[in-house]
């Protein structure tokens, strides 16, 4: 139980006629499976779950985790052993599943996939950290290019034809409300003006931020440090988003955050959709 946090604005139950999608960065998917993953999933009550910062190759993970009964997966690792990766479950298979951006310097690491569900692109990305191993911000530029790389892919979604949601962990707090102490941390990577910028692009291009439309005050947050209590005295960013293009923001009917879900560093975050979003698989499927 969070006491500090401000209470979550998700609803107690989806309605039976929409379609819930998840985003969770569960900081090592083995991990969070020993504190009860497959738990969470199975009453997710999710049509789809992306996870971020999955930490580990497909044959690493246990049977239950890599193929649960009644779930579609697939996973992108990156060539660096315990290290980023990105991974989907669904409850109906994707009609294909796109690993990569086609960009060796970024596939390498693992951080991006779409799952097509007819005009519906769902995309799960882990945006780099900026800081580099030394704190040094050394890292922003080749955040920076990533950004834009995956706009750019998402843009080409977008001209042809697709209902594009993207989701992920995108390591960047965009306005002071994002996070509990903004002055502090304008020198830090994930509140540069630079990389705020590069989340602003986004926006400009008429991607929704769902929960933000949603939740204009301050005070929910989608990660917190794991030392001084950060967590119980939600001192937090919010680094996790659904975004969503026009053409899928107006089947978003909710967006929310679980903070009462622990596990990882970080929260879920999702939205609830109408099913219409799949087009010719407008009728809730059934599981």
Known sequence: MISAARASPEPASHAADSLRIL?????????????????????????????????????????????????????????????????LFSHIAPDRVEAGLGIPRFDREGRFQIARFGPLALANVYFPKGSGKQRDNSRVPYKLEFYAAVLARLQQLRRGGARVIVMGDFNTAHGELDLARPRGNVRN?????????????????????????????????????????????????????????????????????????????????????DPAILGVRARRPEW
């Open 189 to 273: 990577s994930g509140f540069l003006p630079e990389e705020r910028a590069a989340f602003g692009r986004y926006l400009d291009a008429g991607f929704v931020d769902c929960f933000r439309r949603r939740t204009p005050e301050g005070g929910h947050y989608t990660w917190w440090a794991q030392w001084g209590g950060a967590r119980e005295r939600n001192v937090g960013w919010r680094i996790d988003y659904a975004l969503a293009s026009p053409a899928a923001a107006r089947y978003v009917r909710r967006a929310f955050h679980q903070p009462q879900v622990r596990g990882s560093d970080h929260c879920p975050v999702g939205v609830d959709v």
């Open 23 to 87: 985003s969770w960065n569960v900081n090592g998917l083995r991990a969070c499976a020993r504190k009860g993953f497959c738990r969470f999933l199975a009453r997710s009550g999710a049509f789809a779950v992306g996870v971020q910062e999955v930490r580990a190759f497909e044959p690493q993970l246990p049977p239950a985790v890599a193929r649960p009964k009644g779930w579609h997966t697939s996973f992108v690792a990156g060539e660096r052993p315990g290290y980023s990766g990105v991974g």
